[in-house]
């Protein structure tokens, strides 16, 4: 890099903020996301927040979030979106060199999709794009149980248990597409295909919001 590019990129830095790529990578449970969230994250270099590796840290070191959230677990209790929230925020403040963000697994409600907006708007950002992986449930469930051949989780074995949660994630979740559908920033990808065409696709949606 030649000197006059060093001052010209130095100037954009200090004179103009470059808006984050914020992701929701959306979709039910065996949808793909985790697989297509590994492939984002080294294309476009952000950070992934996935929600179960939120619990499982804020957990494993007994922060005062974790140790909330286990309480209610022992309890039978679902954990509330409060702490919920509370872990992703940590783990954003956390890194503020981030150029961009891959929510996976969050918002799972209406509640946490306004208080994500929230937060980001404090912090001069938005969503970007909401990609929904669009998976039939036969697909879905014939993937799962597949999975459970080494996964080790009895739920994966379960037919029945694998219905219920795609019931859930229709009735609970699904609704946070059209929450951001109404700002036109859901994106709906067909989900079934090589790993790489899904991948394809799915980019393809991001360089669109970038361009």
């Known amino acids: 890099m030649n000197i006059i590019s060093w001052f010209i990129r130095q100037f954009i830095r200090k004179n103009y903020k470059i808006p984050m790529l914020n992701i929701i990578l959306f979709g039910p449970p065996g949808s793909g996301k985790g697989t297509q969230a590994a492939l984002l994250i080294e294309k476009y270099g952000v950070l992934h927040i996935s929600t179960g590796d939120l619990f499982r840290y804020e957990m494993s070191n007994n922060t005062e979030l974790g140790i909330k959230a286990k309480e209610y677990m022992a ?15 940590n783990k954003v403040n956390a890194h503020p060199e ?15 999709a306004e208080a994500l907006d929230e937060f980001l708007k404090s912090k001069g950002s938005e969503v970007s794009v909401l990609l929904s992986l669009d998976v039939p449930d036969d697909e879905i469930v014939a993937r799962i149980l597949n999975r459970g051949k080494t996964s080790g989780r009895p739920d994966d ?10 019931e859930v994630y229709k009735s609970e979740t699904s609704p946070v597409f059209d929450y951001y559908k109404k700002s036109d920033k859901s994106r709906l990808i067909p989900g079934v ?19």
């Open 75 to 89: 309890a039978g209790q679902l954990v509330p979106d409060e702490v919920t929230i509370g872990m992703l925020k």
């Open 157 to 166: 074995n379960d037919e029945a248990i694998i219905r219920k949660r795609i």
């Open 98 to 112: 981030a150029k961009g963000i891959i929510f996976d697994g969050f918002p799972r409600n209406i509640v946490q």
């Open 193 to 211: 295909g090589s790993i790489e065409e899904i991948f394809e696709r799915l980019s393809n949606e991001i360089d669109k919001v970038q361009s």
